[in-house]
């Protein structure tokens, strides 16, 4: 777990924005267990063990080729002071009058919203931090109506599904094929008081419990185009998917995308340079 470390690396990128999500992407794969996006920094964290170096490695490679111009600067730093740059990092989050977003150190008691998704941050879309996580967060907060079944597909933090929960979803099935999910999910859980109601399969083939009331996806184009059609049967007739995690510029072949599946979008959300799609299953 997370707080068990007690020194990382914490390696600062610098890459032309449209190898941004890419990198974070590869950053994650390789094993980073926080990421920050900071202005024109990516700050990527590591523990420091014996495997580091060789990861590093490889990340300053993988970027070199993304972008010849792309900089990694790394340095050690200690558990304390790690919390403290997190801390200073993680505010509350209001996504709209009704939910919040609470980093685990803020009190709940002091905010006036009715549903309260309190997280460990650990990772850069599971935070409520990054405009994709924000749109899926405004939708679902628009469509549950109750007693839901939902289906969230790159659960990563779990932030989705337990909103989804708060908000009155009878039951999430949370689909991760990345390991490094795992606890930080469980933990996510604890620190919302939820015991039951939420499955977790952390695996490239999940057993699917469909039809599906809702169903939601933060993934960025590279992972999400070719996972997709995959759960195109997913939903019941009437249902919802939300679709998010893509750049506003990939607009017209996510459309294309969406085109020759049982959805139909029937409305769109942006938020600075990012979109998500609100569609229906016909």
């Known amino acids: ?28 794969a390789l094993g980073g267990l926080a990421i920050v996006e900071k202005d024109d920094i990516i700050q990527v964290s590591y523990p420091l063990d014996d495997k580091v170096q060789v990861i590093l490695e490889k990340l300053n490679s993988f970027l070199k080729d993304l972008d010849k111009e792309a900089t990694m600067n790394q340095a050690v730093v200690d558990r304390e002071n790690w919390n403290k740059n997190w801390q200073a990092y993680f505010k509350p989050t209001e996504i709209t009058e009704r939910v919040i977003i609470l980093p685990e150190w803020e009190d709940p008691s002091a905010f006036p919203h009715p549903v309260k998704t309190r997280i460990r941050p650990a990772m850069a879309f599971g935070t409520g931090t990054h405009e994709t996580t924000q749109l899926c967060l405004q939708i679902l907060d628009d469509c549950i109506k109750g007693q839901e079944r939902v289906l969230d597909i790159g659960t990563g933090s779990g932030i989705l599904g337990i909103t989804a929960l708060h908000r009155g979803a009878s039951e999430v099935d949370g689909i991760e094929n990345d390991p490094f999910t795992k606890d930080n999910i469980k933990e996510n859980l604890e620190l919302n008081g939820i015991s ?3 499955n977790i399969q952390i695996n490239e ?26 759960f195109f049967d997913s939903v019941r007739t009437g249902g919802k998917v939300i679709v998010s995690g893509l750049l506003a510029t990939e607009d017209l072949e996510t459309r294309e995308l969406l085109d020759n599946s049982p959805w139909k979008i029937i409305k769109n959300y942006t938020k600075n340079e990012w979109i998500a799609y609100l569609c229906e299953v016909n």
């Open 1 to 28: 777990m997370i707080e068990s470390v007690s020194q990382w690396i914490s390696a600062d990128i610098r890459i032309a924005n449209q190898h941004r999500e890419i990198a974070i992407d590869f950053a994650m």
């Open 196 to 198: 039951s109601g939420f």
């Open 205 to 230: 083939e999940p057993v699917l419990n469909t039809p599906y009331d809702l169903m939601v996806v933060n993934i960025i184009r590279a992972r999400l185009f070719p996972i997709l059609p995959k």
